[in-house]
């Protein structure tokens, strides 16, 4: 009896198990409130490998061309290498020709897949021929197509009675001496078998000077994934729809008050301390943020100053700052930093009072002492 109590508990509790588990997957999705977008271009993930040969190009025809040497047929890798891998042996095969510096700028045109689009223009180039069916890479020889390295001999015979095909500023030429020469151009993914089939044999007829080799990148099964793009910020924003009646002249009064009384509390204001004066004067309090406001305002006209009177103006804002309470001195100098046009003829002025003064002390010592 004891033992079929047991086995009844038991089977209540593991036919209960997912629906604990779906609790617990219910309550941290509740608890997690993070908000994730991506943004994802029109057109399919593009290959690393593309985009570096890309990169290279910017650098220099050149080394398009040698880096295109030593990558022919690393493709193959991707299949049995992970992402990552594959990745660095792409940065591995670029740092043969290039610096650490210019590596550093590899990666980071990888982060952002700035030449993704460059990839993706070639794809559409080909996609007007349109590529025949069935290709993995072909070559145009004048308007004429083939899938056949063998039938490239052929179409090169009467290549010339045909119209010359248009190329294209970013269009990637094998290095030779001649220009009139038959345009065979290569669609092909560069880093797989078939173009490295294609590419040795066009290289050569190109060395000879039989040819003017082009390539342009094709991808005959592109991949599934989405190309999402990186740089772009998303903000969500929420919107209360709640409003409040507000009086706006007490709004506007009171934040004029209280800027006022932000600024220039414990600050001195022509010779008046109001800080002081309103712990003194409470019942006035009102009255004097007024009279605050009316010399604070007159403070703010900016008068032009004679050349010499800009001699001790940084002395003068120095010596207030100095000679304010350590925790006001920040706000002082902040003040007078982001104001300092308008502060110069208050710090004059100051300054005339205490050489008039100065001026009065020494003249009444002479009086008396000589």
Known sequence: MAAGRTLCVVQLLLGSMPLWLSLLGATTASASKAVTARLAA???????????????AEESNEKFWQFLETVQELAIYKQTESDYSYYNLILKKAGQFL???????????????????????????????PPPDGCHAFVVVHKEHTCKTNDIKKLLKKAT???RPYLFKGDHKFPTNKENLPVVILYAEMGTRIFGKFHKVLSEKARRGEILYVLRHYIQKPSSRKMYLSGYGVELAIKSTEYKALDDTQVKNLAVNNTVEDETEASEVQGFLFGRLKEIHSELRDNLTAFQKYLIESNKEMMPLKVWELQD??????????????????????????????????????LDCKQQSGVAVKNLRSQYLY
Do not use: G
Not at 101 to 129: G, W
Not at 315 to 343: E, G, H, W
């Open 42 to 56: 029109k057109w399919p993930e593009t290959p690393l490998l593309l985009e570096a040969s890309e990169f290279m």
């Open 313 to 350: 103006l940084s002395f003068q804002a120095a010596s207030q700052i100095m000679s304010t309470p350590v925790y006001d001195a920040i706000k002082l100098m902040k003040d007078i930093s982001q104001n300092y046009p308008v502060k110069a003829s208050m710090m004059m002025s100051v």
């Open 99 to 129: 610096d650490n510096l210019h590596i550093n700028l590899l990666k980071f045109a990888f982060s952002i897949r700035a030449y993704s689009p460059t990839v993706q223009m070639f794809q559409q180039i080909a996609a007007d021929e």
């Open 161 to 163: 009675s045909r119209p």
